[in-house]
């Protein structure tokens, strides 16, 4: 009876030595979180594995998540996932229903959006002071320059062969306005005109010929002469000059005393009551929205999903690089509080934990079972 005592107390001591040394290991693990000095002389296995480790750790964490959790393939292939891109499109049509059926102004939607921080009187100033300040940058870019050398060739070409059709036109609307009514009526009026102003005699001889179709002849030798070649000749040859003249100037020549800056804000201001939106801010959503809803979901939506999706497949290494995503992760690691990292890993791993004890218990039971036979035979 003795030696069965014995042999048990062994056994449970035994046990209870291997699962003390299992559960101490894995305290250890973490704890002591700091160092322990007694004076000058630091404890042993101070601090715990992985506060000890732990930049070790972050950095090796880092470069397991960018070199093989988020890779650019990986990114690549969940961004580009159809399931995802229809989810966005799905999710975008329904934002834009709900938008365009609103009660709301976009005033006050797109101030309750921004926190109070947009109005549309700031749009406005906004946006007309950047179209001011991109005229005023192309005006002084350009106006000091002659025409012929910032205008588009094109444009120079076909405004030289415009010439001949712009003559005529100018024979035509003369010829047209000499035959009419106000046109004859016209040239009696300066027949009279100039035989008045030559004083007595004048008037005796326009009194003498007013019976005699004076305005008559000169409106048929007025039609002649805009029939003519050499009149066609001479006004295209002097509309041609005068082209020549003015494309070989600048706008500050052309027009010296025009005022670019007020320009500039008076057609800024022109512009934003024409831009769609912008005109229709103070406007219930529900009145005009659903005129750009197909628009934006057909037309604008691709077009943007396309455009980005092009940009980020070009330029996803790069932007991973740039995000520096070790670095982050090293960071997260080496700010995380010890003690909840511990109390994480203790909950998800609980059982397990329980187990490893145990499993040192029986250990150490069966060690301290072998050591009491081993005294049983020997003595």
Not at 167 to 195: D, W
């Amino acid at each position: 009876m003795q030696t069965i005592t014995v042999i048990l107390m062994m056994i449970l001591i035994g046990a209870f030595i291997g699962g003390l040394t299992n559960l101490i290991a894995i305290r250890m693990l973490f704890r002591p979180f700091k160092p322990v000095y007694i004076g000058r002389w630091k404890l042993p296995f101070t601090p715990g594995l992985i506060p000890k480790r732990r930049d070790e750790i972050a950095v090796q964490l880092g470069s397991l998540v960018t070199g093989h959790l988020i890779t650019v393939e990986g990114v690549r292939s969940k961004l580009f996932d159809e399931t995802l891109l229809e989810e966005v499109r799905t999710w975008f049509r329904r934002k834009v229903k709900e938008i365009s059926s609103s009660e709301e102004t976009l005033e006050g939607w797109w101030y309750s959006q921004s926190g109070g921080n947009w109005s549309s009187e700031d749009t406005r100033t906004r946006f007309t002071g950047a179209v001011t300040r991109s005229i005023l940058k192309t005006a002084d870019e350009y106006k000091s320059t002659p025409l012929d050398e910032w205008l588009p060739k094109p444009l120079l070409v076909q405004s030289r062969a415009k010439i001949p059709e712009i003559t005529s036109t100018i024979l035509q609307k003369g010829r047209e306005y000499v035959r009419s009514p106000e046109g004859k009526q016209k040239i009696e009026e300066m027949v009279n005109r100039y035989f008045s102003t030559k004083g007595s005699f004048g008037g005796m001889v326009g009194r003498m010929v007013s019976n005699i179709p004076v305005s008559g002849r000169i409106q048929y030798e007025l039609l002649r002469l805009l029939e003519d070649e050499k009149a066609r000749e001479f006004i295209e040859t002097q509309l041609m000059k005068e082209w020549n003249s003015v494309k070989g100037k600048s706008l500050d020549e052309l027009l010296p005393d025009f005022n670019w800056e007020k320009r500039a804000e008076q057609l800024a201001q022109e512009v934003a009551r024409k831009v769609p939106v912008l005109s229709e801010w103070d406007q219930p959503l529900g009145e005009w929205a659903h005129r750009y809803e197909s628009r934006l979901t057909d037309t604008l939506m691709p077009a943007v999903l396309e455009t980005l999706s092009a940009i980020i497949e070009r330029n996803l290494q790069r932007m991973l690089l740039n995000l520096k995503i070790d670095e982050i992760v090293r960071d997260q690691v080496n700010s995380f509080p010890l003690p909840r990292l511990e109390q994480i890993i203790l909950s998800i791993a609980k059982q397990e934990l329980k187990m490893i004890t145990l499993f040192g218990a029986v250990i150490g039971g069966s060690v301290g079972l072998v050591q009491g036979l081993i005294v049983l035979f020997v003595l």
